[in-house]
């Protein structure tokens, strides 16, 4: 008896995209340029920020690794400083051209995505409005973020290449290039790469997990980190315990709840915000461009890992591109469906204001006043908008080390309870005669301990307890005053003289690390 077959359903693919289209080279390098060059033109505009202070003074004390970051930006630093000494432009020019470069990879990322000349300028109008502003710092964020649009840029641009039948293996070894270079700024590429891995074996493209290229470059990445790994293991690992101590400030200044509404502002003001929830929503449904959903789990996967181990908000930002780019390509297809040319009309100048009004939030960041117009004024964060703070504070401080009696004046070392005070100080002090300067205080007391010589310390903050104990004489010398009336996060500390150690260094010191400034003193272990 013959049977009749059970027809089987045949299993759907994803369309192949469409061919993309040319790149919309004169908006997006004009966006882009127009982004850097405002970068540029206001780079001296605000002074040091203390973390650029940070990376100077680990500049100088060069090394594999750090207690809080790769040795990648710190190198950045030391190069801008040797060539143009205090040059802040100069100093700042890596994060400028990386935020740049971001803008284009973004607009690049739409166009693999399937999107046309406006999708691309607006995914580039999108990047440079919420993130343009990383670039007036030099910080690991300004590099660790285009570093993840492109690493995105690769993956995507390989599995559309796959899907047309072309194999581009080499995109693979080009990701693993990416991943290396990643790694010598932020640690945080490692969450990236492993939700993206798991992304694809979720919903796809399994293939990629298959691929020797992909691998060959994994490995290349994990060669590449095992110095600072070493450096890590011969010190404690203290980058685990950096993490618990930014998890306990998130915790004590915002909150998760506050943190998470962060995350989500970081999208961006109103065109950022539209794209890129929209783009979440569109590749979670895996519509056009369809196939690509992979993308949106990896950006929810490393979305709930920083929530859960309480990281900033802006560790998530190298997700966003493709959330906008996706946005960006969901609006066109919603656009090339309307048959109403007057509709179309409506819409297509809808979103030149949605821009404009989209600029005013990245302006409210930007030091648009030179820094004498700060004085006599108590604004927000005056420390990050205007030099002016920290060169006063080091003359205060110089003032006081030279009134010593010259015997005791040999003798001095200046340490500060904060690293950013402690970096200001290592920066502007030389040049007004102040001794080395030490810190407990995060990575600087990874540095090392004074001089055995050096018994008296001129201490800039309230003083560690276990520093305090040390010494038989301790006295309030002097308050933070930067005498231009205003008011900054260090005015009015005191500044202590200590004398009459009852310890060496070699005791005293690993008994003051302090990675969380607010939380328990850490004793480092003797390999450290």
Not at 71 to 98: F, H, K, M, Q
Not at 144 to 150: F, G, I, Q
Not at 439 to 461: E, M, Q
């Amino acid at each position: 008896m013959a049977t009749t077959p059970t027809p089987t359903r045949p299993r759907t693919r994803p369309p192949a995209p469409a061919p993309p289209t040319p790149p919309a080279w004169a908006p997006v390098l004009g966006i882009a340029a127009g982004t850097a060059a405002v970068l540029l033109l206001l780079a001296d505009r605000h002074g040091y920020d203390g973390d650029e202070l940070y990376f100077l003074a680990a500049g100088r004390h060069l090394d594999w690794g750090y207690a809080d970051q790769p040795p990648g930006v710190p190198l950045l630093a030391l190069l801008a400083d040797t060539l143009a000494p205090g040059s802040l432009r100069v100093l700042r020019l890596p994060a400028i051209l990386a935020t740049g470069a971001g803008t284009v990879l973004s607009a690049l990322l739409a166009r693999e995505l399937g999107g046309d000349r406006r999708a691309q300028w607006l995914t580039a109008a999108a990047h440079a409005l919420a993130l343009g502003a990383l670039g007036r710092l030099l910080s690991t964020a300004a590099l660790d973020v285009p570093l993840w649009t492109l690493l995105t840029w690769l993956l995507v641009r390989w599995v559309r290449l796959r899907r047309e039948g072309v194999t581009c293996d080499r995109l693979l070894l080009a990701a693993g290039a990416v991943v290396v270079v990643a790694m010598q700024v932020k640690f945080q590429i490692v969450v990236f790469c492993l939700a993206l891995l798991v992304a694809a074996l979720l919903c796809g493209p399994r293939g990629l997990l298959a691929r020797p290229p992909l691998w060959a470059g994994t490995g290349l990445a994990a060669l590449s980190v095992v110095p600072a790994l070493v450096w890590q293991h011969r010190h404690g690992w203290p980058q685990l315990r950096m993490g618990e101590a930014i998890a306990a400030e998130v915790a004590q200044r915002e909150g998760q709840a506050v943190n998470l509404a962060l995350m989500v502002l970081g999208l961006g003001p109103v065109l950022g915000m539209v794209l890129g929830l929209y783009g979440l929503g569109r590749l979670l449904m895996d519509r056009e461009p369809a196939g690509f959903r992979f993308l949106a789990v990896a950006a929810l996967l490393v979305t709930g890992f920083v929530v859960l181990t309480g990281g900033r908000a802006y560790y998530i930002h190298g997700v966003f591109p493709a959330l906008w780019a996706a946005g960006a390509v969901g609006l066109q297809r919603r656009r090339a469906a309307r048959k109403a040319a007057a509709s179309g009309r409506r819409a297509a100048w809808a979103v030149y204001p949605v821009i404009a009004v989209s600029a005013v939030w990245p302006l409210l960041d930007l030091p648009l006043q030179p820094p004498e117009s700060y004085v006599g004024r108590a604004p927000h964060r005056f420390d990050k908008r205007s030099e002016l703070g920290w060169p006063q504070l080091a003359d205060q401080v110089a003032a006081l080390h030279h009134r010593l009696p010259p015997g005791t004046r040999d003798r001095v070392v200046v340490m500060s309870d904060d690293y950013w005070v402690a970096s200001a100080l290592a920066h502007f002090g030389p040049a007004r005669g102040l001794p080395p300067v030490h810190s407990g205080s995060r990575g600087y007391w990874f540095f090392g301990p004074p001089p055995a010589d050096r018994t008296v310390v001129l201490h800039v903050g309230h003083p560690d307890p276990a520093l305090r104990a040390h010494f038989g004489a301790a006295r309030q010398v002097a308050t933070v005053d930067n005498g231009l009336g205003i008011a900054t996060e260090y005015q009015g500390r005191p500044i202590h003289l200590l004398s009459h150690p009852k310890a060496p260094w070699t005791d005293i010191w690993p008994k003051l690390l302090r990675l969380d400034p607010h939380g328990p003193r850490i004793t480092a272990s003797p390999a450290s």
